[in-house]
């Protein structure tokens, strides 16, 4: 297990609580459980929004679901359940020292909405910062969801020093297919987290799918769920509810909780891209200099100090959210929107950026940036934005 004192720097480099970090640490190992067990490895597919972090891009939005679909139904039964779980603690805390106490397992079985068997279950664990009252996993499983594409087996995202040298991965919905359930899932129940998912995946346009793949898979997904498939106007009377709900319900999963309308106001660009399949215009990048070298990487971690790097996440989560960032730079503030992070032919680590104030294009060498800030205000992007990493875990 990782000591304490690496869950507390992860925290301060991503301005996050311990304890959150702490549990998308235990998440990652009780995936590589699951993975490893004979009886789950090839018949349970992982999904929801864990999934989408974990597996597929950085969403920013850190979660406390693991959700899956099992291919065999007589798996959710309290008796088996209870069994495999012992197990894959067993093997976690070999590996690990991660402890989960079997008294602190429960599995709820109930019929859901159609007519089949589904489990709500609650995983409790004591990692390196857990306080004496235990968190806890909560998982999901369903065994009765149409499954419209072929499940991928993917890498499972884990930045910390414990990683196995293997890695780990995971039986998952392809990424189509967990758009489509996002989509789905903001027409039924329009939750914040939802609305923040759904334009966050379509601001990511270098992964952006087929538009009439995502239709056709939202089409059948809404069928089997016996709603309609959604469209603006159904959204709208649930605007104020969710705005309502905002705060309440994300700002303890981001660093920084971005303005609501900033998500909202895209639903109309996001509905006619799927409606029609035509995709919006999208600005050009930021023109490369000779010798320089565009850095995308999903962890990056560069040769400069704990501080400039707290420093680069901060600004990387800006840039994922369209927000301006107060960077403090050889003695002043400046208001800029961030764009692309470079290794320059001298070995520099740049920042691009468009200082607003000033109204120009800027770079700043990472080493000389001395504070960054997010703000609330948001940006339209005059250039691509490169801080987002470049292509899915898995890919």
Known sequence: MIDRREILETASRMSLQPHVVEKDYVLGWMLAGINAHP???????????????????????????????????????????????NEISEWIYE??????????????????????????????????VSPPTLPRIKLDLTADERIVLAPKR???????????AEGINILAYA????????????????????????????????????????L??????CEFKGIAVPALADLEQHRSELESLWQHMLAHQLPTLPPYESFWNQLPAFFNW?????????????????????LRQRDLRLPVSGQAQSFIEIIRFAAGN?????????????????????????????????????NDHRSYRVDRIQGARVTNATFTPRYAVELRPQGPVGS
């Not at 029609?276 to 320089?292: M, N, R, T, W």
């Open 175 to 214: 990424y189509e297919e967990l758009f489509g359930e996002k989509v789905r899932a903001l027409a039924e129940r329009t939750r914040p987290r939802d609305l923040y998912d759904v334009i966050n995946l379509f601001r990511n346009t270098e992964a952006r799918p087929v538009a009439s793949v995502m």
């Open 39 to 85: 009886a789950l490895r090839d018949s349970w597919l992982f999904k929801g929004g864990t999934c989408l972090k974990k597996c597929f891009f950085e969403t920013y939005r850190f979660s406390e679901d693991l959700d899956f679909t099992l291919t065999n139904p007589a798996h959710i039964e309290a008796k088996f359940l209870t069994q495999t779980f």
């Open 95 to 128: 590996r690990t020292g991660i402890e989960i106490p079997a008294r602190f397992q429960t599995f709820d079985i109930y019929t859901n909405p159609r007519g089949a068997i589904s489990c709500q279950g609650k995983i409790s664990y004591r990692g390196p």
């Open 322 to 358: 369209l927000l301006l960032v107060e960077l403090d730079y050889e003695g002043s503030t400046r208001r800029i929107e961030p764009y692309s992070l470079r290794r320059t032919k001298a070995g520099n680590i740049v920042l691009h950026a468009f200082d607003v104030d000033k």
């Open 216 to 221: 056709d898979v939202l089409r059948q997904k």
């Open 274 to 294: 799927l409606q029609s399949g035509i995709e919006p215009e999208l600005p050009a990048a930021y023109v490369v200099a000779e010798g320089e070298v565009v």
């Open 154 to 164: 993917v890498s499972v995202f884990h930045p910390y020093t414990d990683a196995p």
